[in-house]
């Protein structure tokens, strides 16, 4: 009897997931599922002297980094640059873990892969009153797998039968920029500029959930059964720009400001092997899916300070508009919020403050750099703000913000000869540690 009761309810369920997904309206931007929990953007600017102040180089921008970091600043050159960088970064692990009372849990996990890839190519031309560069970055070279697993009782007087929901995924994806610059001098030291940008995305990803039932009396017991997979193998382009101005008044003292524009992507993502709803999920939300990737826009303002001609200052604010990625966001695929389509998730734009100190010596007659920096990395994860706190078998917490993280920065540089120059930098933090090699070469 005991036995028929609870296989009347494993029934029930099965009713209320199909429902659920039956009822689901279409997908149209990110999801929810946990491959895109800890989606990282490299926002930062692109060299090693910028990131050992750092970043910090809104004012400074006097390298081939312009193109990115403040397009005005390439009026700064002096001679052709040619600037290459390799960036090493090591994100560290992330994972939640939700007692819900009794043996029911929410566990979930995100291994990123190391990477190490070459992030920045340049090549600016000033002339006497303009300056046009060519440049390529790379904004996103991200790796991982990520897991998740909800556990409930099935039986109450039964605890120690749990009915699992879980899903496991990968995702790969890299987003190149590829970016035209140009600046022009509009006053003796007032320069303005700007940069076409054309972004490019190949994203390779999977998930796949199931259940499992681990009643001894189940007829399946103990096999995870597929509830659904989805996956994504697509590629896509877009455009955007960047503006910045740039102004000397004195000679110690420079002012920086910058807006950069996000990119938006389309890409088709598949539902699939949810024979178990008969086919519910993929016919209510539609397969294959239309799903978004938002870069954010940013902008922000610079200030550098020489009090000596051998130590530079600096320091900036940047606002970062990370609620562009929730452009049309809907929640309703993670297997923890299948059963509610509407569960709300949110993100808040982020205020950031960089600062950087730079010291110029001379050891013997070649001059080298030491740098030193800090900045605030806000909270850019999308996290759960379900009105009444719960949804499906989520709460709040199941899907929480990031801490605000300070990162410290400390680099070096040497100068062989006036034309050929070596940079390197290190990123230290609580969430990842990054480490950059850039060169430049002066014609």
Known sequence: ???????????????FLFAGAAAASPLFALTDEEIFRDFRFNLSNPGARSLGLGGAFIAVADDATASLANPAGLMLLARPEFFTEIRYSNVDSSSIEQNL????????????MKSLSPSFLSYVHPFKRFALGFSRVELINTSNVTSNQFALP?????????????????????????NLSGAVKLLDKLSLGATATFGFIDMRAGVSNVFTNTDPNDPV??????LYDTSIDDTDTDVSFNVGLHWRPFNKISFGAVYRGGLRFELEEKIFNDG?????????????LSTTLNTPDSYGAGVSYRPLNALTLSLDWVHIMYTDILDGFQGGLNVLTLFDPEANFTVEDADEWHFGAEYVFSAGTIPWAAR???YSDHNSRIYAD????????????????R??????TIGTGVVVKERFQIDAAADISEIANEFVLSTIFRF
């Open 372 to 374: 030193a920096g800090a």
């Open 386 to 401: 379900f009105a009444n706190g719960f949804s499906s078998f989520s709460t709040n917490d199941s899907f929480p913000p």
């Open 221 to 226: 017991y103990n096999i995870p059964q597929t």
């Open 154 to 178: 099935f039986d109450p007087n039964n605890p120690s039968i749990l009915f699992l929901l879980g899903g496991s995924g990968r995702i790969e994806t890299t987003v190149s920029v590829w």
């Open 276 to 288: 178990f709803f008969g086919g519910g999920i993929s016919a209510g939300m539609g397969s294959p």
């Open 1 to 15: 009897m005991e036995h028929s009761s609870r296989r009347s309810r494993t029934w029930w369920l099965v009713l």
């Open 403 to 408: 801490d605000t993280v300070t990162h410290y």
């Open 101 to 112: 009372g009794g043996s029911a849990s929410i566990t979930s996990s995100t291994e990123p």
